[in-house]
């Protein structure tokens, strides 16, 4: 009897099993980053499918029926679990449903275990004669020796990871040849690179102190390249040039430890937007993936090499093969803490790379055990290197009462030194941070006579000191900047605000947090209201940036009356920051006060494992991993800003008929979609309006200053 994986492709061609098995094997095989992970994985693949050695299996290929109703997954891990092979057990159980907690494994295989299946033996019989194997080569492997529970844990995550892409592979080889092909391999091209940025370094200016002090640091950090894989810190201020100098060590540090690619994860999608623009300026378009849900490209003159490289960018996506990949927190870490199919598929290209972390500091306090925790097992497990980059690195290191990472080794030997030496800024404390009203604040703010940016902590204060500010002082321009904005409006006042700063006019900016990390603006004077730490240091960032000032540029801390904070933690966290800036201002300005902070806070006002995920970790509970881990814990929806633009309307009208909607469709909505929380929905429900296509759109009003709006719009503009 001929056995078949899959249905007749465009050619009327059926997939035959032993094929696919085999198939899925080998390329599984090519994925392993150890010698000794090679026969589990080739095992792995061959058993994955052995459940569709079932006749009711062959008969719902012949005759077709609902999707799923023959399962085959059990019969493959089952089997797995009388070798005595956890690992593909797990791996081959999820293929298709995603990866159990071990409750619902050890149910989905115990009958197998049993014996209380009576048909498979003859199933047994029927594949190994198929794929043309002795049972006797089936045995556990002797090699797979765990110290701890969660390095078997994320071995069997990247197991998981391997079998998912190899098996998604063969069956898209079979359906879509053409695409299959597309995706040939883009190899880092280490060698090139150094070179390119070799000379992007040799162009840029060497007069100054700062530059002298760039090139020196950079130096010093590249002496320390040639290190095998492990943890590495790279503690620089702002404006010293973190992002090329972390770019050249990551090249060299791969060439040396013979890394594939090189992955940067970032907080905020403009952050993204702007480190892939200088990546795709010095190494080429073609080798950087940017992997974020608001991401298009513009066309480009060469249309069809365009078109090539978009499509083989648009497959990468879904497992990061390629070269350099610039993505999010978010992404990274919820795919590692994933247990399903699509978003564990690009795990296993972990392995085997470099990682930048750039604004380690922004990672949620609530999980960072866990994440930590993971980032270790990757690095032991997966042969993996992590580079933190921050002006304010946290305190991750092991210590009594935290199990963090054992060694972080700093690449820069003497930040004392250049911490002192840059120097830019002057800290001080408004009224004492006595409370003020918005009036007091705003002519503290008149006093300086400078441009300013003025930071507050919800987008309630900035809202209520904008509409305060409207009528008041000698400002050319004002300007608000939320999260209220949609992204498209957001990136249009930030580009007006740059300009503005660079020719020299006197304005006003009230802004939430969102430009305290990759906005690089440039202001002589910032007023922050009294924040966590971090927040705190990463706003005095955007203080006299480029040291141009004659003096040192002042950043002013305050309170305002009933100003209010994101959550009790964050509340918790500038309290402290208060009392340490009260007691002596002056800590601020030394390199280490932040990890102090750090490990204090998260000692006191944190559960850094708050939900019990490396419990959960340790009990093989995957599921309930995916549903504890969040970096983003408060749920919000995208609301759909019609009444932004013309061209926000426009792009409605050419969607809200189509059936489904195209990643494309998707990434050109984010330019004009705020996130709200799910109560404001339901409090202007009259407002929004669902679509059958799965999204929200906001039909009220959008104030062409400050963003999304519940005041009251004309009733022609509600007109489609």
Known sequence: MKYYAHSENSLNVQHALSKHLHQTAKLAESFACKENYKPIFYLTGLLHDLGKYQPEFQKYLENGGRRGSVPHASWGAGYARLLRIMEASFAIDGHHKGLPDNSAWKSDTVPFYRGEVPSFEGIKQSFIADVKINEADITKPDFLNFEEKSHREIFIRYLFSVLTDSDWLSTEEHFDKDTFEIRAQITLPIDDMIKKLEKEFSEKSKDGEINQLRNKARDEVLQKADMPCGFYSLPLPTGMGKTLTSIAWALQHAKKNNLKR??????????????????????????????????????????????????RKKLACENWDYPIIVTTTVQFFESLFSNRPSQCRKIHNIAESMVIFDEVQTLPKEVILPSLRMLQDVQTIMKTSFLFCTATQPAFEKRQGFDGISVIYPLVDDPVEIYRKTKRIEYHLLNELNPLDYKELIDAVMRVGVSSLVIFNTKKAVLEFYNSARNEGNWVVKYHLSTAMCPSHRKDVIKKIRYDLKTKKNILVASTQLIEAGVDFDFPSVFRAIAPLESVIQSAGRCNREDKLPDYGNVFLFKVQDGGMPDKTYSACAGFTEDIVKADISQLYTHDVFAQYYAKVINLFVKPDKYGINNARNEFKFKTVNDSYRIIQNATEGLYIYNFSDESRQLLHSIEHKEFLSRDDYREMQAYTVQVYKHFIFQNSAMCKPMPQGFMIWYGNYDPETGISVAPIEADKLIV
């Open 262 to 311: 090189i992955i940067i994860v970032l907080p905020y999608i403009n952050i993204i937007d702007q480190t892939a623009q200088v990546l795709k300026a010095i190494f080429g378009e073609e080798w950087i993936l940017e992997h974020h849900s608001a991401y298009n490209e513009g066309e480009n003159e060469d249309k069809d090499n365009y078109f090539l490289t978009q499509q």
